[in-house]
T-cell receptor, first 115, second 111 residues
Framework: DTGVSQDPRHKITKRGQNVTFRCDPISEHNRLYWYRQTLGQGPEFLTYFQNEAQLEKSRLLSDRFSAERPKGSFSTLEIQRTEQGDSAMYLC?????????????FGSGTQLSVL | GESVGLHLPTLSVQEGDNSIINCAYSNSASDYFIWYKQESGKGPQFIIDIRSNMDKRQGQRVTVLLNKTVKHLSLQIAATQPGDSAVYFCAERSPGEKLTFGTGTRLTIIP
C-alpha cells in the first residue's frame, strides 16, 4: 500500500492519559498535515510540516498537543493529559510541495475516544 | 440546507440516476477547490479538483462546476452506484492559506 498510513486506527483512553499517534506519508511527499474531524463536521487544520520543519500551528492546537517529524518522513502527534473534548478523528495528509495547487491525500485516520 | 453538528445535508438518489451536490464557499480569494469523498470510518478520498481559472472540469463519471460570481461549486456524479454512498466535502484554498473544508453532504444511493 503506497498511500498514507496511520496507526492506530482506534484508540480508547481515560481522561488524563497521554496518547501518541503515528502517520507515514506517501514516500515522495515532503509536506505532512494533521487535521482533526469531529462527527458531522469537515476536517479542521491543526499543523503541517515541510520535511522536518513544522511551519504552522493552528490555534486549535493547545499546548497539550505536540507534533514531530524528526527525519522528514513519518510524523507523530502526541496529546498529553487528554480531555473528553479531544475525542475526534485525527487525520494525517501528505502532499508534494512545489505546485500552487497541491493535492492533499489523506490517511484513514485515528479515532480517539476519551472516557 | 445548512449543517449544524450531526445534521448534515442529505441527498438520496436512485441507483443509476445522476446526482448533484452543491457547495457554497465564502472566500472570494480562493483559487483552488477540491471535492473529497469520505466513507464511514475512512479518511477523505480525493475525487476531483478545479482551479479558479476554469469553470468546468470532468473526470470519470464526475464533473465539477465552478461559478465564481456567486461563489458556488457543484459536483455532478453520473449513473450513480451503491459505492457512491458517502459524505462529500468541498474544500477551498486561497493563496498562502491551508485547505479549508466546507460542510459535508451525505449522499445515499437507493438500490
Amino acid at each position: 500500500d503506497t498511500g498514507v498510513s496511520q496507526d492506530p486506527r482506534h484508540k480508547i483512553t481515560k481522561r488524563g492519559q497521554n496518547v501518541t499517534f503515528r502517520c507515514d506519508p506517501i514516500s515522495e511527499h515532503n509536506r505532512l498535515y494533521w487535521y482533526r474531524q469531529t462527527l458531522g463536521q469537515g476536517p479542521e487544520f491543526l499543523t503541517y510540516f515541510q520535511n522536518e520543519a513544522q511551519l504552522e500551528k493552528s490555534r486549535l492546537l493547545s499546548d497539550r498537543f505536540s507534533a514531530e517529524r524528526p527525519k522528514g518522513s513519518f510524523s507523530t502527534l502526541e496529546i498529553q493529559r487528554t480531555e473528553q473534548g479531544d475525542s475526534a478523528m485525527y487525520l494525517c495528509a501528505s502532499s508534494l510541495d512545489g505546485t500552487a495547487y497541491e493535492k492533499l491525500f489523506f490517511g484513514s485516520g485515528t479515532q480517539l475516544s476519551v472516557l | 440546507g445548512e449543517s449544524v453538528g450531526l445534521h448534515l445535508p442529505t441527498l438520496s438518489v436512485q441507483e443509476g440516476d445522476n446526482s448533484i451536490i452543491n457547495c457554497a464557499y465564502s472566500n472570494s480569494a480562493s483559487d483552488y477547490f477540491i471535492w473529497y469523498k469520505q466513507e464511514s470510518g475512512k479518511g477523505p478520498q480525493f475525487i476531483i479538483d478545479i482551479r479558479s481559472n476554469m469553470d468546468k472540469r470532468q473526470g470519470q463519471r464526475v464533473t465539477v462546476l465552478l461559478n465564481k460570481t456567486v461563489k458556488h461549486l457543484s459536483l455532478q456524479i453520473a449513473a450513480t452506484q451503491p459505492g457512491d454512498s458517502a459524505v462529500y466535502f468541498c474544500a477551498e484554498r486561497s493563496p498562502g492559506e491551508k485547505l479549508t473544508f466546507g460542510t459535508g453532504t451525505r449522499l445515499t444511493i437507493i438500490p
